[in-house]
């Protein structure tokens, strides 16, 4: 596949942060103690500033990283579009985020997600005023009702990650890493389709590239890796408690991206992305839904090339767990390795 005219460049992702800036939060960036002490203890590892760094995407509006790239893609819709609306397909965190943008924008947002999508997640889309339409034993049937949609009632379609001005918006947790902390070593990203790490990647790498950036997939919902591995895209159909990790496949934008910035992707199971859950509950004081939670798991299970004396930030993509399930998700986790 040529992908030599997919690649978001550093003056967009620049224009993107300005232009986002007023309407989304600039996120905390948290440190924990507990859990550079835990890497030591298990791993040998002494992480810099005795601290892992988190990036608290899940303090974000609409609780995800979502809106930075969605109100990036809503601000680039001509007059005519915007009198149309838009629709999206969505697990959750893209539907929610296209559903606050969208209001913010005076814009119609029809979201549609799998009939059994998160329920907190569909409550919020509803609340920021979208039409949620449930439908699809999958994300891929999902896919198909959204695509019959856009041609009954005239939308315009919004990708959830594959589109250049959505990459180009969630470039700025990249430039806010940055600016916290300017001599990371090493940043660790959860990976649905691919559009947050194509932007943090891009804008990280374009800036200071001697940082290293690692992507975290489930082993359910690989679609990155697969698409990696065979230089295009593959469909999938994802299945993962990490629902917001759940895209039936990488975009061929997100895969070009990737394939240029990404300096290595792990794959690990549920029960350990439900142990990075438990850890950030119960250690560092912090909710995560498990999307947000894989880049955490990671690094605490030891799965990637971390060695001592580095600065590692890892991305809480995402805090928008159904409170309901919390306790029966933490119960699933895997025990935490030993030393």
Same mark, same amino acid.
């Given at each position: #596949?040529?992908?030599?005219?997919?690649?978001?460049? /550093?003056?967009?992702?620049?224009?993107?942060?300005?232009?986002?800036?007023?309407?989304?939060?600039?996120?905390p960036?948290?440190?924990?103690?507990?859990? &550079?002490?835990?890497?030591?203890?298990?791993?040998?590892?002494?992480?810099?500033?005795?601290? /892992? =760094?988190?990036?608290?995407?899940?303090?974000?509006?609409?609780?995800?990283?979502?809106?930075?790239?969605?109100?990036?893609?809503?601000? &680039?819709?001509?007059? &005519?579009?915007?009198?149309?609306?838009?629709?999206?397909?969505?697990?959750?965190?893209?539907?929610q985020? =296209?559903?606050?943008?969208?209001?913010?924008?005076?814009?119609?947002?029809?979201?549609?997600?799998?009939?059994?999508?998160?329920?907190?997640?569909?409550?919020?889309?509803?609340? =920021?005023?979208?039409?949620?339409? /449930?439908h699809?034993?999958?994300?891929?049937?999902?896919?198909?009702?959204?695509?019959? !949609?856009?041609?009954?009632?005239?939308l315009?379609?919004?990708? *959830?990650?594959?589109? *250049?001005?959505?990459?180009?918006?969630?470039?700025?947790?990249?430039?806010?890493?940055?600016d916290d902390?300017?001599?990371?070593?090493?940043?660790?990203?959860?990976?649905?389709?691919?559009?947050?790490?194509?932007?943090?990647?891009?804008?990280?790498?374009?800036?200071?590239?001697?940082?290293?950036?690692?992507?975290?997939?489930?082993?359910?919902?690989?679609? #990155?890796? !697969?698409?990696?591995?065979?230089?295009?895209?593959?469909?999938?159909?994802?299945?993962?408690?990490?629902?917001?990790?759940?895209? *039936?496949?990488?975009?061929?934008?997100?895969?070009?991206?990737?394939?240029? =910035? /990404?300096?290595?992707?792990?794959?690990?199971?549920?029960?350990?992305?439900? &142990?990075?859950?438990?850890?950030?509950?119960?250690?560092?004081?912090?909710?995560?839904? *498990?999307?947000?939670?894989?880049a955490?798991?990671?690094?605490?299970?030891?799965?990637?090339p971390?060695?001592?004396?580095?600065?590692?930030?890892?991305?809480?993509?995402?805090?928008?767990?159904?409170?309901?399930?919390?306790?029966?998700?933490?119960?699933?986790?895997?025990?935490?390795?030993?030393?």
């Amino acid at each position: #596949m040529d992908t030599s005219e997919r690649i978001v460049g /550093l003056p967009e992702m620049l224009a993107a942060r300005e232009r986002i800036a007023s309407r989304v939060h600039r996120t905390p960036m948290l440190s924990s103690v507990a859990a &550079a002490s835990f890497v030591r203890d298990a791993h040998g590892i002494e992480l810099a500033d005795d601290g /892992l =760094y988190l990036k608290a995407e899940h303090l974000q509006k609409t609780g995800s990283f979502k809106p930075r790239g969605l109100t990036n893609r809503v601000l &680039a819709l001509d007059a &005519a579009q915007r009198r149309s609306g838009i629709i999206t397909v969505s697990a959750g965190n893209a539907a929610q985020a =296209y559903a606050w943008a969208g209001a913010s924008a005076g814009v119609a947002v029809t979201v549609v997600m799998p009939a059994a999508a998160n329920r907190s997640k569909v409550d919020a889309c509803l609340g =920021y005023g979208a039409e949620v339409v /449930l439908h699809g034993a999958h994300v891929g049937e999902t896919f198909a009702e959204m695509e019959r !949609l856009v041609a009954e009632r005239n939308l315009t379609f919004v990708h *959830p990650f594959d589109d *250049p001005d959505v990459i180009a918006g969630h470039g700025s947790v990249g430039f806010e890493i940055l600016d916290d902390l300017p001599e990371v070593d090493v940043v660790v990203v959860g990976v649905g389709g691919g559009g947050l790490i194509s932007g943090v990647a891009a804008a990280i790498k374009e800036t200071r590239p001697a940082t290293r950036v690692y992507g975290v997939e489930p082993d359910g919902s690989n679609a #990155m890796q !697969l698409a990696l591995a065979a230089g295009e895209v593959v469909r999938i159909q994802p299945q993962t408690v990490a629902d917001g990790l759940g895209a *039936p496949f990488a975009g061929a934008w997100t895969l070009a991206m990737c394939q240029r =910035y /990404l300096d290595g992707l792990v794959v690990i199971d549920d029960a350990t992305i439900l &142990a990075g859950v438990r850890f950030a509950a119960e250690r560092t004081k912090q909710v995560l839904e *498990p999307g947000g939670a894989a880049a955490l798991a990671a690094v605490l299970f030891g799965r990637l090339p971390i060695a001592s004396g580095e600065r590692v930030c890892v991305v809480a993509s995402g805090g928008n767990v159904e409170i309901s399930r919390l306790g029966e998700l933490i119960a699933a986790a895997a025990p935490l390795p030993s030393a």
